[in-house]
């Protein structure tokens, strides 16, 4: 866990969760000890800690911040080891089901640990039934 966030190498992903066709909340503040809210238009921004890891969020948004002092490709098992949840083909969190994972529009077909973080990815995780159609993110106009 770093002071302040690191730059080097830094790209953002998306994280959308639905068990049983219903939306989870990703909740900010994952990685970031000690966080300290500020109110924005868009709700709670965690601009500051304790220290930030390497994996983050700073709002409820789904957003995954990735910000490491080294490039190399990490993983959505290491999110959910932050974050402190369990993650496999039969469980996201609290939630227990048949897991299907969709990565930028498209079915991913091994461990949900193993998806890639990637630049602007569209992850989404989905527990139980009904399936929701993949969602659409736009990164235009966030900045990120």
Do not use: M
């Not at 990490?74 to 048949?98: C, R």
Request: glycine share 12%.
């Amino acid at each position: 866990c770093s002071a302040g966030e690191q730059t080097l190498f830094h790209i953002h992903a998306h994280l959308t969760i639905f068990v049983n066709g219903a939306a989870r909340q990703v909740p900010a503040a994952i990685g970031i000890p000690g966080a300290v809210a500020q109110q924005t238009q868009s709700g709670p921004f965690i601009g500051s800690g304790t220290c930030f890891y390497w994996l983050h969020s700073h709002a409820a948004d789904g957003i995954v911040h990735i910000e490491s002092p080294v490039q190399r490709t990490y993983t959505l098992g290491q999110f959910f080891d932050e974050w402190g949840q369990p993650l496999g083909t039969d469980v996201v969190g609290p939630s227990h089901g048949h897991v299907t994972v969709i990565v930028n529009g498209q079915v991913f077909t091994g461990n949900p640990r193993d998806v890639p973080l990637t630049k602007h990815a569209a992850i989404q995780l989905e527990v139980g039934t009904p399936l929701v159609a993949p969602e659409s993110i736009s990164w235009a106009n966030t900045g990120l």
